[in-house]
């Protein structure tokens, strides 16, 4: 019998594309390592309030890793959640504002936005669209926040002010494709969600196997026992990878999975 894997799954530009289309390939590839025995898990940046969609469900995961690791589930169990203490968050808030970042605020139930921040922004569309009931205020839930990291999009901003006014809490990972920063409390990422699942489990993290495509994919890419880059990912992701396959949208999670003899 094959030694049972773990795999885990970026989602945006490794699952699906911008327009949240799946290729068929993909979901094939996951179902039939479900029934091969392996477990797998989507392992994402986005908080659990912006990991809503059905058909990302419908493929069937094991579990999900959240929010760069803040948050671990497993089947439909919550196992590990970091909540940021509002103290800091209101001190953050403040903080990136005053060099001219505009803050997402992300939970595992919601997600907090001021309108008027991104009244002409795409990224602030696009978080609109898909949160959709699980959006609230900034100002308006003011001190009741439930978080446990933030985006913030960084046009025009001051980011080495901001870094190093905030660098003893979080760790920060740039997207200079999109403007945009994510603010993750220290000694999270996805590879330490990858861990605390390996442990949970009693997984040895060398039976471990990471899909990625971005910035924030890089600690696990290194952390898994093999990580892959997607043929769309960034150089640095390639670069930190043990195999880079085919794109997303070019069968690339279905081709690596054939060529490590996993379905």
């Known amino acids: 019998m094959t030694q049972r894997k773990a795999l885990f799954f970026d989602i945006d530009g490794t699952i699906w594309n911008m327009k949240n289309e799946i290729p068929e390939s993909t979901v094939r590839a996951i179902r039939a390592l479900r029934e091969k025995g392996h477990l797998t898990f989507l392992c994402s940046g986005r908080s659990r309030a912006f990991i809503q969609e059905p058909k990302l469900f419908d493929i069937g995961f094991d579990g999900v890793i959240s929010g760069c690791g803040t948050m671990i589930e497993y089947h439909g169990k919550t196992v590990s959640y970091k909540k940021l203490d509002v103290n800091l968050v209101e001190h953050t808030i403040r903080t990136v504002r ?20 991104f009244a002409a922004d795409n990224y602030g569309k696009k978080v609109k669209s898909e949160v959709d ?28 002010g901001c870094f190093s006014e905030l660098e003893t809490e979080y760790d920060f990972i740039v997207h200079d494709d ?29 039976d471990t196997f990471a899909f990625g495509d971005s910035a924030n994919d890089i600690g696990m890419i290194r952390h898994a026992g ?14 930190a990878a043990d195999y880079v396959t085919t794109a997303m949208m070019e069968d690339g999670i279905w081709n690596a999975c054939r060529h490590f003899k996993l379905i």
């Open 133 to 160: 009931g699980r959006l609230r205020t900034i100002a308006g839930e003011w001190g009741r926040w439930e978080i446990s990291k933030l985006s913030c999009v960084t046009e025009n901003a001051d980011l080495e």
């Open 98 to 117: 005053k060099y001219g970042m505009r803050p997402i605020l992300e939970g595992r139930e919601y997600l907090y936005m001021d309108d008027e921040e």
């Open 226 to 239: 093999i990580g892959i880059a997607m043929g769309n990912g960034t150089d640095a992701v390639k670069n």
């Open 178 to 206: 999109v403007a945009v920063v994510e603010f993750v409390p220290k000694g999270f990422h996805k590879g330490t969600g990858i861990a605390r699942v390996c442990d949970m489990l009693d997984i040895d993290i060398s």
